[in-house]
């Protein structure tokens, strides 16, 4: 039993990427292995890894547009191809990298007649487009088109609230994807026999171009190691109390 403690307690694990590819500017993946492991650790981790891929890595995403000229969601603009509802349908897949806290603003201001992309956007230096090409509009006529935007970096899924008082003044609410993570898989390949079987985790991670899936990873496992980083000061802390409350009651000394 006992060498069966210690062989555990030096095995290392190592971590590895065995494919790496850009699928285009918004489509990066990337698969990792994670070995060896005990039985039972791998469905352990992999399970934790792809909550915090998908639900705890901070994203950029334009959350706001507004335009003056626009009466409603769903109304249509001489001169532009698209409906307003399409216009803003575009502007939530503009794929953007930053290092924001909180919201910065942003504008596009084009001239017909054209296409309107990503690279019309003109943000602060804080933000980068992952994606020039992206498509906005199409402009068929001479006419300006002239949007305000709210950028903003959080995590996870923002539904917009549309409240009328917004469509009054020309805003409208976008709904936020934050998540620069598409979406993130695990495998796990098991190998041994009886108690000395072990697990190799295999983690399957598509980003949006904003970070690579390596930074993906990296940036998931340290946001959950600050999640358990309370655990351990909690124990530090009961073991401090345990000593002084033994030390405490220790029996007096008596000298005869």
Request: glycine share 8%; with cysteine.
């Amino acid at each position: 039993m006992v060498r069966e403690k210690v062989r555990v307690s030096t095995r290392t694990l190592q971590w590895k990427c065995v494919e790496s590819r850009v699928d285009n500017k918004r489509l990066c993946y990337g698969r990792f292995i994670l070995s060896p492991l005990i039985k039972g650790q791998a469905d352990t981790i992999g399970i934790a890894m792809r909550r915090a891929l998908l639900g705890e890595i901070e994203g950029t995403c334009i959350t706001r547009a507004k335009s003056e000229k626009i009466p409603h969601e769903y109304s249509t603009i001489v001169g532009i191809q698209e409906s307003v509802h399409e216009i803003l349908m575009n502007l939530k897949e503009i794929g953007l990298r930053s290092n924001l806290y909180g919201t910065c603003g942003a504008f596009i201001c084009a001239r017909g007649p054209g296409y309107v992309t990503a690279q019309d956007i003109i943000s602060p230096p804080s933000v980068e487009i992952v994606d020039n090409t992206q498509h906005i509009a199409r402009l068929t006529e001479p006419i300006d088109l002239c949007i305000g935007l709210q950028i903003e970096r959080n995590r996870g899924y923002r539904y917009s609230i549309k409240r009328p008082n917004n469509f009054q003044d020309g805003s409208y609410p976008i709904d936020a994807v934050f998540m620069p993570v598409r979406n993130a898989n695990h495998s796990i390949h098991s190998y041994g026999n009886g108690n000395e079987r072990q697990e190799i985790l295999f983690l399957e991670i598509w980003t949006n171009g904003s970070l690579t899936p390596k930074e993906a990873l990296h940036e998931a496992s340290r946001n959950l190691i600050d999640l358990f980083i309370p655990f351990l000061h909690a124990e530090e802390e009961t073991l401090h109390l345990e000593y002084n409350r033994h030390k405490g009651t220790l029996p007096p000394l008596t000298f005869h």
